[in-house]
């Protein structure tokens, strides 16, 4: 009464500990890994690191971990990463490496595994993708290439190389340099504009210089929690690979999704045909039978009734998002019945993917005239580069295709 304030204003503010930090023996270590993989979840990190030693740490702690994870990704999330101060616009430029990958251990049913990753990324939203290779080479630029724009579905404007000898070679006695025939003309079946960054300047592509070692850490710690770098297969190994570029590419999903918004806009369209739907031997009715709309939860079954249900599924491993649309109260006197549910089901269900829509619609489009001559011009590039690359053992020296930096 006499100091003329509320209790609430003379109580010292509490900012200190009632108790012991009960994850102070691992928060170090945790912070180190979130900071080089932002996308590793909570459980599987608590869990690995609670067996690095046993005992450091309580099972009945997970739940404080995990809340203070949520907490370290509010602050220090990959939004906040930075790699170069550098202004790019979005769509316009793909910059292409390679890094050498040994240091990463990975054998293949126990046989020590050497290789490289041709990486590229899109600056503007630090969308990135790689391929695993054997070398610094034409193959592996036109394999990391494809893979990267066809993960994409659209084309930027150039891609951006150093003078990499699998994009240039030099002039001879001329001097400088000057980009493959090859290489100009796979980035002339893309659209693309191929250019190089000044000698001796990697800060010109600075967020895939920047980004190779950050790829290699992120593998890292996905590795350690792997438990083993072992892979049964070449082919297991490039699953693996692709699962943690998905997630780490999963939080770039705004930004990605301007940059090829202004690539659409512009026509960039990567051509390719999209993969059959499934095949029913059975004669029963398949996906492609359904009006689906999954921005809208809904679809209609060849017997024109709506689904009753609809439930978001994702995968912890990769992130992938699917759809199942059933029509569990419908199908119990439905005349189409037999043609539809399969033998031991009560109600049909489908499984589609969250980019189902696009996906119908490519299919839709393939049918069209436009598409089948649009596939021709392609087979036709396609099958002379082919040709070119299995009987022309050297690059071509004749090229006069100047260098755009």
Known sequence: MNAGQTPEHLQAKHHWRTRPDPLADI???????????????????????????????SEKHQRTFQRRVHLWRLQHGEDKEVFFPQAWEPGRPLQLDWTHASELAVTISGVPYPHWLCHTVLPYSNWQWATRCR??????????????LHRLGQAPQEVRVDHSSAATHRLGAQGGREFNAEFVSVCGH???????????CPNENGDVESGNGHLKRRLTQHLLLRGSRDFA????????????????NAGRADKLAEE?????????????????APHNNGGRYTTEDFQIEVEQRKAICPAGKENTQCSRLEEQATGKVTYRLEWSTQCADCPLRERCVGPGQKHR??????HHSALQARRQEQKTEAFTQQMKHRNGIEGTQSELWSKTPRRFSNSRTALTM
């Not at 869990?47 to 046993?54: A, D, F, R, V």
């Not at 269900?349 to 969250?354: P, T």
Request: proline letters at 6%; aromatic letters at 6%; charged letters at 25%.
């Open 27 to 57: 928060w170090p270590q945790a912070e180190a890994r979130l900071k080089e993989a932002p996308e590793l979840e909570a459980k599987a990190l608590f869990e690995h690191l609670q067996s690095q030693p046993p005992g450091r740490i």
């Open 260 to 276: 090829l918004a202004e690539a659409q806009a512009e026509g960039r369209s990567v051509i390719g045909p999209a993969a059959r």
């Open 349 to 354: 269900s489908l499984v589609v993917g969250q």
């Open 190 to 200: 893309y659209g693309l504009v191929p250019k190089t960054i000044g000698i001796g």
């Open 135 to 148: 070398s610094e080479s034409l193959l592996s630029l036109r394999q990391g290439l494809q893979a990267s």
């Open 233 to 248: 297969s070449e082919a297991d190994y490039d699953r693996f690979l692709q699962r943690v570029l998905e997630r780490a």
